[in-house]
C-alpha cells in the first residue's frame, strides 16, 4: 500500500485479557518498529526487526508483551493480560535500511489507540 | 544507552514569527537526527532529517542546525502559519542495544495564533 497500514485504529479491552495489534509496512521496507506514545510522554521504542534477523526486543517493557513478523511483512504486536498501565497509543513504523540501520526516516502509521478498563 | 531531551515542551507564537525548538543528545556516535511532526490522530510524519557530517538543512520554511561537538540540534521554522500548528519530535539514532532505532524526545507543542 501507499503508506504503513495499522488496525484496529482503536481498541478497548477489559484487564486481563489479550490484545492483537496490527501493522502492514510499506512494501519493499525491510525494516519495522514498534513503538509506544503515552499521553503527553514522548515515543517509547518496543521492538524493531531488520529482514530475516533476529528482532530487536530490548524495548519491551514485559514478558506480557511480544511481537512477531510473518514473512518479511506484517507484524503483530502481542499483549497479554493487560493492565490499565498499558492504555497508550501503539506506533508502528516501516523504512528502508542501509548499512546503518535506521539511517533512513520512518513512516510511521495512524496508531492504534488502546484503551484497558 | 541515548537520551534525548527537548525543549520547550510548549511554545506559542504569532502568525508570521519563527519557532525554534532545541534537543540534546547523550550518546556522541549518534548519526542521523530527524524531526517529526504530529497532527492531531495522526502518526508523526518525517519533516526534515539531517546526517552528522553537515551542520546545516533547510528546505523552505524549515531549517535544522547541528552542533556534533555540543551535542545539540535544533529545528527553525520562520514564517509560522497556523497550519503549522502540531507536536514536533526531534530523535537521535542510537548506538547502543537498539542501535537502529530512533529514540525520541519527550516531544514540543507548537500553537500559532493567527
Known amino acids: 500500500g501507499a503508506g504503513v497500514s495499522q488496525s484496529p485504529s482503536n481498541k478497548v479491552t477489559e484487564k486481563g485479557k489479550d490484545v492483537e495489534l496490527r501493522c502492514d509496512p510499506i512494501?519493499?521496507?525491510?525494516?519495522l518498529y514498534w513503538y509506544r506514545q503515552s499521553l503527553g510522554q514522548g515515543l517509547e521504542f518496543l521492538i524493531y526487526f531488520q529482514g530475516n534477523s533476529a528482532p530487536d526486543k530490548s524495548g519491551l517493557p514485559s514478558d506480557r508483551f511480544s511481537a512477531e513478523r510473518t514473512g518479511g511483512s506484517v507484524s503483530t504486536l502481542t499483549i497479554q493480560r493487560t493492565q490499565q498501565e498499558d492504555s497508550a497509543v501503539y506506533l508502528c513504523?516501516?523504512?528502508?535500511?542501509?548499512?546503518?540501520?535506521?539511517?533512513?526516516?520512518?513512516?510511521f502509521g495512524s496508531g492504534t489507540r488502546l484503551t484497558v478498563v | 544507552g541515548e537520551n534525548v531531551e527537548q525543549h520547550p515542551s510548549t511554545l506559542s507564537v504569532q502568525e508570521g514569527d519563527s519557532a525554534v525548538i532545541k534537543c540534546t543528545y547523550s550518546?556522541?556516535?549518534?548519526?542521523?537526527f530527524p524531526w517529526y511532526k504530529q497532527e492531531l490522530g495522526k502518526g508523526p510524519q518525517l519533516i526534515i532529517d539531517i546526517r552528522s557530517n553537515v551542520g546545516e538543512k533547510k528546505d523552505q520554511r524549515i531549517a535544522v542546525t547541528l552542533n556534533k561537538t555540543a551535542k545539540h540540534f535544533s529545528l527553525h521554522i520562520t514564517e509560522t502559519q497556523p497550519e503549522d500548528s502540531a507536536v514536533y519530535f526531534c530523535a537521535a539514532l542510537g548506538s547502543g542495544n537498539s542501535g537502529y532505532a530512533l529514540n525520541f524526545g519527550k516531544g514540543t507543542s507548537l500553537l500559532v495564533t493567527p
Open positions: 513504523a516501516s523504512s528502508l535500511a542501509s548499512s546503518t540501520g535506521g539511517a533512513y526516516g520512518y513512516t
Open positions: 550518546d556522541s556516535a549518534s548519526n542521523y
Open positions: 512494501s519493499g521496507h525491510t525494516a
